[in-house]
């Protein structure tokens, strides 16, 4: 099952090699399946596809690709899916990713199931046998194995259902902000079907919560005297930032996000960063001193509110979510608001805001949470980089902290940052600062090693405009290490940095205080530098901050392959979240 090749550095399919977009189809004109799937997806503004391609999904590929859709080529369906999620995250609107039947699928079940865990809208176009063809050994029951992840899976019955049925994965995964597997069997493909009008889509309505629930968190507000705003992904997507911090100063409200909003308030005085296991110390405390905790678009899960620890005994928690399924999923809320985050936000503001005008006290009349001193507090003390701390720098190694504070000095503050899973995570993704939501690239809700290096291809194709850094330790790399040509291939100027414990690091703080043999995950050293430059990067080795200097120097310089910086890492201890983590293990 032979992949296709991408066109030369950073151009995906070169324009001069592709065939001539087809002329507009009218309703009575016939067309392979293959392309009239691949029309209905580039009607509707599919123009980037990530995938493998072998016999079963070749000409569906080279369709799109004649109709003016950049391919990109990945080395593993697993990083081609996963290449697609962090893609249709940056971008907002849905990804694509094409795989072989039978093992083509199968290969890029993780990544479907982190995207379809994240809510992430992403289209993945499954080749499939015959239904005739029960003795096949690329037979699955497809329908089944992405329903188990919660996926929603699709499949044409005959050539006259194609375009309907595309039409639809595309619009469920746009609107419903779902993963959908369209499964498309190679006799369907091998059939030809006529082409309706398509629509172009139509924006779903946000979904306005109800007054009386309005009045009861507007209500709620402006009886708190220390509320606390934590902002999710469904925050992110809304694009709700200047909502919530209108309604957070008339109430006085501190703000702070989920890991995967992470970077929605920078830059506000009263940005608390990351609320669970990554908080800060000072974040924690003033999290679990609040009176009144309001989750927008956010889970409330077991990492974002460590365990329910986060919530002070006489916290009221409030929830808002445009899913009402949401509510109270993962802790009691006392008030659940159905609707969608920003408006929302606006609506309650306008509330307290018409309250005032009639003579009410204003909500946080008295600066609710916020006083110059606090503001001056979080200034001074939410930053990890700022919290005190005992190098435990070798000389031959690195204190994992130091390395992260270096870079976070040298790099550019436009940077997108794409961390894989691992004891290691913490470092990059809290003293790594990033610009804004969109500079944060979190692929963990699956909590999948190997995953991180092609999340950062995907957000780097997305967003070309800033450096994107991928943070991967040891584990993970060496995991989706064959997508390092990818970035060659593609001339992505990337920045990847490997935390190198040689270990499974996770695993060895979790189980040594009991005593348990430890060596099936440990590892001895592997020369991963050396390994970069086989693939084309140009690569350094870390063992003390001064090596970071060569990394100033590929910033200064042309940029012309990736940058692979192998740090040598301590590992003594623990990072400090995986306590907490472990606990739901």
Not at 114 to 139: H, I
Not at 196 to 204: F, G, H, M, Q, V
Request: hydrophobic share 45%; proline share 6%; aromatic share 6%.
């Amino acid at each position: 099952m032979p992949d296709a090749e991408a066109g030369p550095a950073g151009q995906g399919t070169p324009a001069d090699q592709r065939t001539p977009a087809r002329p507009e189809t009218s309703a009575h004109t016939a067309l392979p399946v293959t392309e009239a799937v691949a029309e209905v997806l580039t009607r509707l503004g599919a123009d980037t596809v990530f995938g493998v391609v072998g016999s079963g999904n070749f000409k569906v590929t080279n369709a799109l690709i004649a109709r003016g859709a950049r391919y990109v080529a990945a080395r593993h369906e697993g990083g081609a899916a996963v290449m697609a999620d962090a893609w249709a995250r940056l971008t907002g609107r849905p990804g694509l990713v094409s795989v072989h039947q039978g093992p083509g699928l199968t290969n890029a079940m993780t990544g479907i199931t982190e995207a379809a865990k994240s809510r992430t809208p992403l289209v993945v176009l499954a080749a499939d046998v015959a239904s005739s063809a029960v003795r096949s050994n690329f037979r699955i029951d497809v329908a089944a194995l992405a329903t188990s992840v919660g996926a929603t899976a699709l499949r044409p019955r005959s050539p006259g259902f194609a375009v309907d049925e595309t039409v639809r994965a595309y619009r469920v995964a746009a609107a419903e902000r779902r993963t959908v597997v369209l499964a498309l069997p190679l006799d369907v493909q091998a059939g030809a079907c006529t082409m309706p009008p398509i629509e172009p889509l139509a924006s779903r309505p946000a979904a306005a919560a109800s007054a009386a629930a309005v009045g009861s968190l507007a209500d709620a507000l402006a009886k708190a005297k220390r509320p606390v705003f934590i902002a999710g992904r469904g925050a992110r997507v809304a694009g709700a930032r200047a909502d919530l911090e209108r309604l957070a100063d008339q109430c006085g409200a501190l703000l702070a996000t989920s890991a995967a909003a992470k970077g929605l308030f920078h830059g506000s005085p009263w940005d608390l960063d990351v609320s669970g296991g990554f908080a800060s110390p000072l974040a924690a405390e003033l999290i679990r001193e609040a009176d009144l905790v309001v989750g927008w678009g956010c889970s409330l899960n077991m990492w974002t509110l460590r365990h329910g620890n986060l919530i002070g005994p006489e916290a009221t928690v409030a929830q808002v979510d445009d899913d009402p399924s949401a509510l109270g999923g993962h802790v009691p809320v006392a008030l659940g608001v159905t609707g969608d985050v920003a408006l929302t936000a606006r609506a309650v503001a306008d509330a307290l805001d018409g309250a005032a005008e009639a003579g009410a006290p204003a909500a946080g009349a008295d600066g609710g949470y916020r006083s110059a001193a606090l503001q001056d507090r979080i200034a001074a003390q939410v930053r990890w980089r700022d919290v005190p701390y005992e190098d435990d720098s070798t000389g031959d190694r690195i204190d994992p902290r130091t390395l992260s504070i270096g870079l976070d000095d040298l790099l550019p503050a436009e940077r997108i940052v794409a961390v894989d899973s691992g004891n290691f995570m913490g470092y990059p993704s809290m003293y790594l600062s990033v610009p804004d939501a969109d500079g944060f690239c979190f692929t963990q809700a699956y909590q999948s090693i190997g995953l991180g290096l092609a999340s950062a291809i995907g957000s780097a194709i997305a967003r070309p405009d800033r450096l994107t850094v991928a943070a991967l330790g040891d584990g993970g790399a060496l995991m989706g290490i064959s997508e390092l040509e990818t970035v060659v291939r593609l001339g992505l100027p990337m920045v990847i940095v490997v935390y190198d414990d040689d270990a499974y690091g996770a695993e060895v703080h979790h189980f040594a205080p009991d005593g348990d043999p430890l060596d099936t995950v440990r590892f001895p050293p592997v020369k991963i530098a050396r390994i970069g430059r086989g693939f084309g990067c140009q690569a350094i080795t870390v063992r003390r901050r001064r090596d970071l200097r060569a990394v100033k120097a590929w910033l200064d310089g042309p940029r012309d392959a990736p940058l692979l910086v192998h740090a040598k890492v301590t590992s003594e201890h623990g990072s400090w979240w995986l306590e907490e983590a472990f606990r739901g293990h």
